[in-house]
């Protein structure tokens, strides 16, 4: 029996994605070079050690730049966009429904603390959730599966106990590693990813049907 959800963060809950697809883009188009949503792929769900866009900066304009500069650039072209943002359609109906069928709730994500905590709270939302995991020294980003381990582990559940939402491969596939179910729900920039993996997979939580879908898992 499901008692929990486990919700990804960045292109699930708030379109973050999007704006740090188009910030990357617009930085490497201020220096002359571009950078292509196959680029950014390689990073969605995990961290940007997977593909560090700043060495790929270097690489294609042939010149070093300062990264302390770069990365506050990045935060004010990000932030242009992310300041006006609203949590995705049909997120705040699935916390509505998880809440009035008893479920708990938990967020697992690769970012850091600092900013899935800082969106939590702007948009209302910090509060609905009874744990909130990230990446650290200790545990590695996804698609590695050690943040759903120590989720599972801080709300005392077993892996079948609980269900993972996610937007990403990297995301979806540390779930299932955690030995999680998980119901992928893409985004316009995760789309065209494979998804061939997850026990479940809808094109937007607008109108879902929390209960039904859990009937289903449960069968």
């Known amino acids: 029996m499901i008692r929990a959800l486990i ?53 294609r304009t042939g010149r070093t730049h300062d990264r302390e500069v770069l990365r506050e650039r990045l935060r004010a072209l990000e932030h242009a966009r992310n300041h006006t943002l609203a949590p995705l359609p049909g997120v705040v109906a699935l916390l509505d429904q998880a809440r009035a069928l008893g479920l708990r709730l938990a967020v697992a994500s690769s970012s850091s603390r600092g900013w899935v905590e800082g969106h939590l709270r702007t948009q ?24 759903y381990l120590e989720a599972l582990r801080q709300l005392d559940l077993r892996a079948d106990e609980a269900l993972a939402v ?19 729900v893409p985004n316009a920039i995760t789309h065209s990813q494979d998804f061939s993996h997850v026990d479940a997979r809808r094109d937007t939580l607008e109108g879902l049907d929390l209960a039904a879908l859990l009937r289903e898992f449960e069968r």
Do not use: Q
């Open 124 to 147: 209302g939302l910090f509060e609905r959730f009874e744990t909130l995991v990230n990446r650290s020294d200790t545990l590695r980003a996804k698609p590695e599966p050690d943040i």
């Open 166 to 184: 996610e937007d990403s491969f990297n995301g979806s596939l540390a779930a299932k590693r955690a030995g999680l179910r998980c119901l992928a």
């Open 7 to 59: 919700l990804d963060f960045d292109g699930l809950i708030l379109d973050t994605e999007t704006s740090c697809f188009a910030a990357w883009r617009a930085l490497f188009a201020e220096h002359g070079a571009a950078y292509s949503l196959e680029d950014y792929l390689v990073i969605v769900g995990t961290t940007n050690a997977a593909r560090d866009p700043v060495a790929l900066l270097h690489e």
